[in-house]
């Protein structure tokens, strides 16, 4: 199987990589290369010109950031390459996670378009909000050089070379020198991509089908942006892992989720917070988010109580940080009072009232008269008791005492219909 390919692949992958010794390569195309991945990329440049456009036109025509095994091998159809593409897949895929992306194709292009896209969903909510409001300034969804140099200092770029080589890197149609929002939507759909890879990291993993003789590489694992507007400077950061979350959606999400459960936002409160100190620590709210409510999981809950308190991370949560006005509190509380007040009086009446006068004594009063009363309007000339009629000559319980009957007295009691059987 392809997915199990053991030793031979090993084998054959050291022999297309150049690393085998006493083995010499036979090269499957016109450009000639030691080395199968070198000789992918010519016959990419040849094609398509540069590397980005040979991703984004040829290798990934979806636009999702990430090619898997079969649509690779519908792409190399396409595009006509004659070599091993098993072999091939497994020199690209490098950590073997089971996707090829621009990163193992140009590692330098894929890191500025990356980094261009969590600049921009870092600050506001998405790619076009971002190019209406940065680049698109006249609405004429025609961006020139010198309109995106000016948008992206604004985002906080200041290298002017890199601002350059980004331009150029989003020009996708052969002798365009702007760029519209088409052009750059691929990265929103790359972020739509990362958002939805970090939302599957909330399920476990039981087992996995790899091959135990291929040992993957280092590989990067998912960071949340923390949503600032802070200046582009640091050049070795590694913006393919961040995604840019809009944390006040997430917060909404989860009052809402509380005011469906309780009611109202501070009686959710109140429930979580058990020891009634005022506050929720870190501990107490994942405990209650996670385990009580299940709403999502540890990790999820300690971000959240995160985005709730902001970066101080021995601040305990307030009803004020969870969104509850101070009207609001202050007229719960209030509430709660007079609830308690109402209910210690009632206790007190059932304890010190007489025979027959207690609340409890006369609701239970009020439900026995409510069974014999007659349910029906029409029936209120009838003798009713206990949603039947009742006989010629009796009263309602419970004033009425059947007489004595005598010999010559009879009762007759209503017939009955009999069914067939």
Known sequence: MWYMPGPHLRRRMEQESG????????????????????????????????????WRVGLDPDENGQMDFREFCQALRHLGYTGNI????????????????????????????EKFRAVSTSQF??????????????????????????????LGYRDEEEIQDLFNLLLLRPGVRHI?????????????????????????????????YLAPSTSGSMSLSNGGNDKVSDAGTDYS???????????????????????????????????????????????????????????????????????DKDANLSWQELGVSRVEWTAYRMQRQLEKQKKAYLDSLVVHAPLGSSPRMQRAERIHQDRFRPRDPRSQSKRWAFDSPLPQGWGKPPDFLPPQPNKGIVISLPSVPQSAR
Request: with cysteine.
């Open 180 to 212: 519209g929002l088409g052009d750059i939507m691929f990265l929103q759909k790359w972020e739509d991509t990362k958002r939805q890879q970090l939302e599957r990291l909330r399920w476990g993993k039981k087992w996995v089908n790899k091959d135990p």
């Open 241 to 311: 892992a961040q995604v840019g979350i809009d944390w006040e959606e997430k917060k909404d999400a989860f009052r809402k989720f509380l005011i469906n459960r309780y009611g109202s936002l501070p009686k959710a409160f109140e429930v979580m917070d058990a020891n009634g100190s005022g506050e929720l620590s870190l501990v107490e709210f994942q405990t209650v988010v996670a385990s009580v409510l299940r709403y999502c999981r540890t990790g999820d809950a300690a971000r959240l109580f995160k985005a709730f308190n902001g970066d």
């Open 19 to 54: 690393r085998a010794e006493g083995h010499s390569r036979k090269t499957t195309t016109y450009f000639g290369h030691h080395n199968a991945v070198e000789e992918f990329k010519k016959v990419l440049l040849a094609k398509y010109g540069s590397l980005v456009r040979a």
């Open 86 to 113: 098993r072999t091939l897949w497994y020199l690209l895929d490098d950590d073997y996670s089971g996707a090829v992306s621009l990163k193992e194709l140009d590692a330098p292009a894929a890191a500025a378009l």
């Open 125 to 154: 909510e998405d790619i076009p909000e971002m190019f209406r409001k940065v680049m698109d300034k006249d609405k004429s969804n025609s961006v020139s050089a010198l309109e995106f140099g000016e948008g992206a200092r604004e």
